[in-house]
């Protein structure tokens, strides 16, 4: 199966510009970028992405909170979500991990490779 559609929730709109140029210049996807878990959560089922890329820290609404909306539901429960997060110590990731995060990826990320990453995620999470 093909990774072509990724949802991206980040609440910095600087980083938000160089995942949409790293993702859809770089690697062609599709992208949905969303500014926060309000706004994903009421695009995710329209959009219907293959992947979600998620940041840890936002205001309102963060990461694993959007997570676990996410998983509540249907249809949505099953797509990959990655964790991105610029605080990562072993005990967090595993965290993320144990919450339903297939990856962790590190801030800052080379934009340069960030779609091969996540293309090397869903293909490995696929193929479970």
Same mark, same amino acid.
């Given at each position: ?51 979600? /890329?998620?940041?840890?820290?936002? !205001?309102?609404?963060? @990461?694993? +909170?959007? &997570? #676990? ?35 962790? /990826?590190?801030?800052?990320?080379? !934009?340069?490779?960030? @779609?091969? +990453?996540? &293309? #090397? ?8």
């Amino acid at each position: 199966m093909t990774l072509n559609r990724i949802m991206h929730v980040e609440d910095d709109e600087s980083i938000r510009l160089v995942v949409e140029m790293s993702l859809v210049d770089v690697a062609g996807f599709e992208l949905l970028s969303c500014d926060g878990g309000e706004s994903a959560l009421q695009q995710v089922v329209s959009f219907a992405p293959q992947l979600i /890329l998620l940041d840890v820290m936002m !205001p309102k609404m963060d @990461g694993l +909170q959007t &997570l #676990a909306a996410l998983r509540e539901i249907p249809h949505v429960a099953d797509i990959p979500v990655v964790m991105m997060t610029a605080k990562i110590q072993d005990a967090e990731k595993q965290h993320y991990l144990q919450c339903g995060a297939v990856a962790v /990826l590190n801030k800052p990320f080379d !934009p340069m490779t960030l @779609g091969k +990453q996540l &293309l #090397a995620i869903y293909q490995q999470h696929t193929s479970r």
